[in-house]
């Protein structure tokens, strides 16, 4: 096993041992933010048909050549085509046809003027023609969208609503697509209830059980929940057990050194391979990886305090989930922002500092982090202030006010707008 890796060595040494799930097929409306596990080409030709793209009337352009708002031309109105009926005959020469938005052009006709650049007779028998009309002027062309044999989405793609859409209109009802991963949490402690237990007697709530399911739930993963296993190896081994047919193991707590600490020893009496324990960041440095063979879980033990847990998780077990449902991209965004209030630290182990983050006013705003106060590991409420994890390389050890430095965003809401505009 190795030991005291850097956070990139980590998350590559995870990341290498982290398969791609395979397919599952699931119901196009059922799809959104999956990943799709096809190449999906066009059996169609859309739109079928040459159509109209307004209200108007179909004309042969050549009949409209002299036509002028003062010296209008008119044309006899033989026929009304409406979207989703097929045209009962052709535009000859003179001639017009009453149409409307998605019609089909009827033969003959090679341009459509709009209704608002005509003027009807009132009887829908003429109408007279004020603008001389491109040729296919307001006309969608067959297949002007796709052409059968198109490939219109890739393996890997994400599939947001406009993939969902074109997915329907090419008649598919389902979508093969990589499956979510399954990802056992269990707590363990002693001191852990469950939230509507009795914290009197020196109890505290397995809130890890509720923040890391959560974090699962983000990006698309199924958490079952284990429950929370006594600091007996017993109990530690009978609850792992029952984990095994999952593609993730999340545990958090007893992965340190104290004599309570057994979740090491069960993995390895359980036949899981462990990778690397201890990783050079605040918080989070007991961090534990394990898998079982090419075809087992992959197993993260977490550390047991509650931010802690969720930075972890975040730096590693996120984009492996990412990864097992097929996404290309793996990573929060960041930003560089100016700190506000300077940051120090001893050299040797990577911060992650929760910070605020906010724009100043205007469209080039800078971005600017400040610490969210308490930065111990057992302060969950740090995390909820947090917009973003400031990272604090290793061997820095101190960040002048208003010097820059990377942010990695959480609150995707922080891109976000209030008020409407562009
Ligand atoms: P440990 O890793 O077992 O030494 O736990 C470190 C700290 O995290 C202790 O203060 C625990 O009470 C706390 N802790 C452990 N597990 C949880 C959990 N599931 N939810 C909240 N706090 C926890
Ligand atoms: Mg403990």
């Known amino acids: 096993m190795r030991t005291g890796l850097s956070v990139v060595e980590a998350q590559e040494t995870v990341l290498a041992a982290t398969p791609v799930l395979g397919a599952e097929t699931v119901a196009v409306r059922e799809a959104l933010g999956r990943v799709l596990c096809e190449a999906v080409l066009s059996g169609r030709v859309l739109p079928p048909a040459d159509c109209s793209a307004m209200d108007g009337y179909a004309v042969r ?12 031309t008119e044309l006899a109105v033989r026929f009304e ?4 009926h097929a045209p009962e005959r052709a535009v000859g020469s003179g001639e017009a046809a009453r149409i409307f938005t998605g019609a089909p052009l009827p033969p003959g006709a090679d341009a459509v003027v709009r209704q608002e650049d005509t003027e009807a007779d009132g009887r829908g028998e003429r109408v007279r023609i004020q603008v001389v009309p491109e040729k296919r002027e307001h006309v969608r062309n067959a297949g002007e969208d796709l052409q059968v044999g198109d490939r219109v989405l890739e393996r890997g793609d994400a599939i947001r609503p406009a993939q969902v859409g074109v997915l329907a209109s090419l008649g598919r009802a389902v979508v093969s697509v990589h499956q979510r991963p399954r990802v056992a949490i269990l707590s363990g402690g002693d001191e852990l209830v469950e939230p509507d237990g009795d914290v009197a007697g020196g109890g505290i709530v397995s809130s890890n ?14 958490p079952v929940y284990l429950g929370i296993a006594r600091d007996r190896p017993e ?22 050194v104290g004599d309570h600490d057994h979740v090491r020893p ?5 036949g899981c391979e462990l990778v690397f324990w201890g990783v050079h960041m605040k918080p989070g440095f007991p961090l534990t990886f394990g898998r079982f063979g090419e075809r087992g879980p992959l197993v993260f033990g977490l550390p047991g305090n509650p931010v802690s847990a969720m930075v972890t998780f975040e730096q590693f077990v996120r984009p492996a989930l990412l990864r097992m ?7 929060r965004p960041t930003v560089r922002a100016r700190v506000r209030g300077r940051l120090e630290k001893k050299a040797g182990r990577l911060h992650f500092v929760r910070v605020h983050l906010e724009r100043s006013a205007g469209p080039d705003g800078e971005i600017w982090a400040e610490s969210t106060g308490n930065q111990s590991s057992g302060v969950l409420r740090s995390m909820t202030l947090a917009r973003g994890l400031l990272v604090f390389p290793a061997e820095a050890t101190r960040i002048a006010d208003g010097e820059p430095a990377t942010v990695q965003v959480l609150d995707e809401s922080f891109f976000a707008g209030e008020t409407p505009g562009f």
Do not use: M, N, W
């Open 209 to 222: 059980s509720y923040s890391l399911a959560a974090q699962c739930l983000e990006v698309g993963a199924e």
């Open 81 to 84: 085509v409406a979207a989703g």
């Open 61 to 72: 352009r050549s009949d409209c050549l002299a036509a002028s708002r003062d010296a209008p």
């Open 325 to 331: 449902t097929g996404h290309r991209a793996l990573f």
């Open 235 to 256: 109990d530690l081994e009978r609850i792992l057990r029952s984990a095994l047919g999952a593609d993730c193991i999340v545990s958090s707590a007893g992965v340190s």
């Open 266 to 270: 069960v993995l390895e009496k359980l």
